[in-house]
T-cell receptor, first 116, second 109 residues
């Protein structure tokens, strides 16, 4: 048990659908992250939140919309996705993403997303 | 650009030793991480190196040479449960993690 949960674990959606991914961390961390993991590719950082404020947006298409209502919860709202968006979406948390420290990231189990 | 290189796949025998290499070219360096990811599961933290040298943690050790832009993860007394992907990640000058594509390790009896 890593202390980071994600729902749903699997999601199949059409290109015209709207859905949301949810992440919750029970570790008292202040930073939360969304990553995209495609087969045989490096993890792609999508968004970073520190103390509920978005501090990174790595040129992610606007069809992905993050929301962080508090330090424990993170959402990724999806709309009009493309088939190439099919991937594993991982949420992670850490003490902070700022400054020089050795704080590792704790990952959730991910949501396997298939866009048809 | 920033780049992390590690072998795509390695095979080793149960009980043996395996070394997984990682080379990096990044804008700045603020530490290197190794993670383990079993198929269908979350990545889990294994080790962190920020100074040159070897960090040992049970059967796993991680080595860093900053001058060479090089690290390795050493796994001893391999067990079947060590079959997984091993991810190398470097924290750059902006404290962002740059990830390698991972090395899939297959352990054979």
């Amino acid at each position: 048990e890593t202390g980071v949960t994600q729902t749903p674990r699997h999601l199949v959606m059409g290109m015209t659908n709207k859905k949301s991914l949810k992440c919750e961390q029970h570790l008292g961390h202040n930073a939360m992250y969304w990553y995209k993991q495609s087969a045989k590719k490096p993890l792609e950082l999508m968004f970073v939140y520190n103390f509920k404020e978005q501090t990174e947006n790595n040129s992610v298409p606007s069809r992905f919309s993050p929301e962080c209502p508090n330090s424990s919860h993170l959402f990724l709202h999806l709309h009009t996705l493309q088939p190439e968006d099919s991937a594993l979406y991982l949420c992670a948390s850490s003490q902070t993403s700022l400054g020089d420290n050795s704080y590792e990231q704790y990952f959730g189990p991910g949501t396997r997303l298939t866009v048809t | 650009g920033q780049n992390i290189d590690q072998p795509t796949e390695m095979t080793a025998t149960e009980g043996a030793i395996v070394q997984i290499n990682c080379t990096y070219q990044t804008s700045g360096f603020n530490g290197l991480f190794w993670y383990q990811q079993h198929a269908g599961e979350a990545p889990t933290f294994l080790s962190y190196n920020v100074l040159d040298g070897l960090e040992e943690k049970g059967r796993f050790s991680s080595f860093l040479s900053r001058s060479k832009g090089y690290s390795y993860l050493l796994l001893k007394e391999l067990q079947m449960k060590d079959s997984a992907s091993y991810l190398c990640a470097v924290r750059d000058s902006n404290y962002q993690l740059i990830w390698g594509a991972g090395t899939k390790l297959i352990i054979k009896p």
